[in-house]
């Protein structure tokens, strides 16, 4: 089952998904980010979406590039900034 976050739910779970405490995600923790939402995408479809979630091509996934990538996935209406 899928769950689709709120803005402050995604920011939640990209924070304890962070390992490095970084406020960047590598594979394994978006991998981990993935499957806290509940997203089963085979290895080869969680390569693909870093790998276009990568924006900047700096090898890691920030905060916005994962909003922008839930959003093309048709997720994330309303997953903005978290509310305070």
Do not use: Y
Request: glycine letters at 12%; proline letters at 2%; aromatic letters at 8%.
């Amino acid at each position: 089952m899928t769950t689709k976050p709120t803005g402050g739910d995604l920011h939640s779970v990209f924070a304890r998904s962070d390992l490095g405490g970084d406020d960047r995600l590598d594979l394994m923790e978006f991998g981990m980010v993935l499957d806290s939402l509940g997203l089963s995408w085979t290895r080869a479809e969680v390569q693909d979406r870093f790998e276009r979630a990568d924006t900047n091509r700096d090898g890691f996934i920030s905060l916005p590039e994962l909003r922008a990538l839930l959003e093309t996935q048709g997720w994330a209406e309303g997953v903005g900034t978290a509310r305070a």
